[in-house]
């Protein structure tokens, strides 16, 4: 019975080298819109203002409250994103500029001027479908 442990733990090991492991791509330059093309997300946004307005974001880009951007934890600065707010149907397009939102299980924070757009100003916060459109070009 004690050669059960060790076929066990010898089967674990041979199994888990059957399991394939990701691949992770890297290249240099800006990003293309075939590296995050059908890339959707849906959760809650949040905005940011007058307290940001003109300090350097992530991307060294100063912020602009009455910009069409926003900030999202992990696409590429230069992305183009459709906005589409789930509880009144509206829709806006930003460019992401800036990392975050890093609170409340946010995924975007939107400009001021982008929230204003699909009429969130109000609530502060709305539920969203993100959805990749493009890449700004240089």
Do not use: K, W
């Not at 199994?15 to 290249?27: A, E, K, Q």
């Not at 459709?82 to 890093?102: A, F, I, K, Q, W």
């Not at 609170?103 to 969203?128: C, K, N, W, Y």
């Amino acid at each position: 019975m004690r050669a059960a442990p060790a076929i066990a733990a010898a089967l674990l090991l041979a199994t888990g080298c059957l399991v394939p492991r990701p691949v992770y791509l890297t290249r240099s330059g800006p990003p293309s819109a075939g590296m995050i093309s059908g890339f959707r997300q849906r959760g809650t946004a949040s905005f940011y203002g007058p307290g940001f307005s003109g300090r350097p974001t992530a991307s060294g880009e100063i912020f602009d409250m009455d910009a069409m951007t926003c900030a999202h934890r992990t696409l590429p600065f230069g992305t183009v994103l459709r906005v589409t707010n789930l509880d009144n149907g509206s829709e806006t397009t930003v460019r992401v500029n800036d990392r975050g939102p890093y609170s409340g299980g946010r995924i975007v924070d939107l400009s001021r001027a982008a929230a204003a757009d699909i009429g969130m100003l109000d609530t502060g916060t709305a539920e969203v479908l993100l959805t990749v459109v493009g890449v700004e070009d240089d």
